[in-house]
T-cell receptor, first 113, second 115 residues
Framework: DAGVTQSPTHLIKTRGQQVTLRCSPKSGHDTVSWYQQALGQGPQFIFQYYEEEERQRGNFPDRFSGHQFPNYSSELNVNALLLGDSALYLC????????????FGPGTRLTVL | AQTVTQSQPEMSVQEAETVTLSCTYDTSENNYYLFWYKQPPSRQMILVIRQEAYKQQNATENRFSVNFQKAAKSFSLKISDSQLGDTAMYFCAFMKGGTASKLTFGTGTRLQVTL
């Protein structure tokens, strides 16, 4: 049973560029949540997708957007990258219609130069 | 809004000893869940233990146990018989009850297990 997978593992971009990160949820899960983890900090919730719609959103600017596909996989897009966007981006999957733990992927390390 | 506070940035324990990591939280919710996650250098966030707020009994998973004090809004993690593989960042997290909800994390405690 494949767990949560994310790609790419590492990414280097320059300020002003755009980036797309990808996540495949654990088999059977229908909900994907994205978190940003700055160095030395705890993860911060960005947004959550279910049924291809954004269901919850944290305190992040509109430069952060996402998408969920019919197969439940998800993308996180960040436009107009800033140095402060450098972080580990974590994807977590779960079931929407009942409490269930969130399973995390290994993350994508984004460096903005 | 919920907040989670971990006041110990770093801790060290010798192998085979016991260590307790502290966590406090603030919420007006009555239905919620609390978690401890482990993040080793490999970066993969792994669930260590969870506690349902409506349960009075403290959760236990092998060498890991919690002391859940609902009135005090305290949720500490005790690791018994510490092993070198326990070396990691440990995050306390809160989730509101109901359908899938977001996790609110603390700032973490870096635990080093030494020989």
């Amino acid at each position: 049973d494949a767990g949560v997978t994310q790609s790419p593992t590492h990414l280097i971009k320059t300020r002003g560029q755009q980036v797309t990160l990808r996540c495949s949820p654990k088999s059977g899960h229908d909900t994907v949540s994205w978190y940003q983890q700055a160095l030395g900090q705890g993860p911060q919730f960005i947004f959550q997708y279910y049924e291809e719609e954004e269901r919850q959103r944290g305190n992040f600017p509109d430069r952060f957007s996402g998408h969920q596909f019919p197969n439940y996989s998800s993308e996180l897009n960040v436009n107009a990258l800033l140095l402060g966007d450098s972080a580990l981006y974590l994807c977590a999957s779960s079931f929407f219609n009942s409490y269930n733990e969130q399973f995390f992927g290994p993350g994508t390390r984004l460096t903005v130069l | 809004a919920q907040t989670v506070t971990q006041s110990q940035p770093e801790m060290s324990v010798q192998e085979a000893e016991t260590v307790t990591l502290s966590c406090t939280y603030d919420t007006s919710e009555n239905n919620y869940y609390l978690f401890w996650y482990k993040q080793p250098p490999s970066r993969q966030m792994i669930l260590v233990i969870r506690q349902e707020a409506y349960k009075q009994q403290n959760a236990t998973e092998n060498r890991f146990s919690v002391n859940f004090q609902k009135a005090a809004k305290s949720f500490s993690l005790k690791i018994s018989d510490s092993q070198l593989g326990d070396t990691a960042m440990y995050f306390c997290a809160f989730m509101k009850g109901g359908t899938a909800s977001k996790l609110t994390f603390g700032t973490g405690t870096r635990l080093q297990v030494t020989l």
